[in-house]
């Protein structure tokens, strides 16, 4: 009987220790301590590759520093590049699906969820850097709050490649009446399309991994990207001669993260990550405008010919802005442009 009851007292004691570590467990670990001092793992996706002098990169880098920097610790930024979990619109698709916490893209690719980012889109919203940057920083919260309702989605940075110039194997380029005659690669964008279509120039839409072969085939004439990707596409070895260097849009793309997902996180991690988010994109303004004076300099080395701004680059701007009232539906209304426009002191179109 002693022996039956010591081995009754025995499975008791056993039973108890594992009701106890089961409840600890379910605190997410072997200890509740243990799961309190797990990281917070943020999946960073983008569709570049791994060169870190790739505005892609580069911000996945030093957001990545920031981010695990001004957390102690508490989170750890996995970088994904090169489409490794797909493209830029499904990577925005994920981070809705919280299948990832991060993805930057291409502000047209990320309007096509949160409309009101459209509004980048609108050709010469302004002619400088300094515009831009005013109104970036100006309209960032009033673009989070539509951005929120239209897609559950913010911007935790806003970066840029520089502006989007004019590059052509015909002729120089230096007033509109240059522009006749010449077919110009445009993405499958309506308002960059609408833009060429108002300087008397027929644009064509084609696939990106398509245009280095049409240009070098003359399928097209020429196309428009920033001096950065012109740089590195090495666009001089399809017949690029020319270089105009048109202000009517800024390559501006933000790095997304699920709004949901943000506000669940500690809040001293929210703020941390931020913090480096903005400090991120303010890194990237003095990055980009080094590598972007850098690639100018690559491209004229490599024979082409710069020609700066259009000599009547007033009506540039004055024809591509009068296309605005019609694409007003298509960046979710007026209300972060009416924004904008106060920011820079100019009227909005009509």
Not at 171 to 195: C, E, F, H, Y
Request: charged share 25%.
């Amino acid at each position: 009987m002693k022996k039956i009851a010591g081995l009754l007292v025995m499975v008791l004691v056993m039973a108890m220790l594992l009701v106890s570590g089961c409840g600890d467990a379910g605190k997410g670990g072997a200890t509740g301590e243990a799961g309190k001092n797990e990281k917070i793992v943020i999946k960073y996706t983008h569709g570049v590759g791994t060169d870190p002098s790739d505005p892609h990169q580069w911000v996945a880098l030093k957001f990545k520093e920031l981010a695990e920097k001004y957390t102690e610790g508490k989170v750890e930024v996995q970088i994904f590049p090169g489409g490794q979990l797909g493209s830029e619109q499904r990577g925005f698709q994920d981070v809705q699906n919280g299948v990832v916490q991060a993805t930057s893209l291409a502000g047209n690719n990320a309007a096509v969820f949160a409309p009101s980012v459209g509004v980048y889109d609108l050709p010469y919203l302004f002619k400088s850097r300094e515009e831009a940057y005013k109104v970036i920083d100006g309209i960032w919260d009033d673009l989070n709050k539509k951005m929120i309702e239209e897609s559950g989605t913010r911007a935790l940075i806003w970066f840029d490649q520089g502006f989007r110039v004019l590059t052509n194997s015909k002729k120089p380029v230096q007033t509109l009446d240059d522009l006749k005659g010449l077919k110009i690669r445009v993405p499958q964008n309506p308002m960059m399309i609408g833009a060429f279509k108002a300087w008397g120039c027929e644009p064509v839409p084609i696939a990106w991994d398509e245009t280095f072969n049409a240009l070098q085939q003359g399928v097209v004439d020429g196309q428009e990207n920033p001096h950065t990707v012109n740089n590195s596409m090495k666009f001089y070895e399809a017949k690029q001669k020319y270089i105009t260097d048109i202000h009517y849009k800024m390559w501006i793309g933000p790095v997304v993260v699920q709004e949901k997902w943000l506000q669940s996180l500690p809040a001293d991690v929210r703020d941390a990550l931020i913090k480096a988010g903005k400090e991120t994109a303010l890194a990237e303004r003095e990055f980009i405008q080094k590598l972007e004076n850098d690639a100018l300099e690559n491209l004229k080395k490599n024979g082409m010919q710069y020609l700066g701004a259009p000599k009547d680059e007033d009506e540039w701007q004055k024809r591509a802005m009068a296309t605005w009232p019609q694409f007003y539906s298509k960046i979710g209304g007026t209300e972060i442009l009416a924004k904008a426009m106060q920011i820079l002191g100019r009227e909005m179109p009509k």
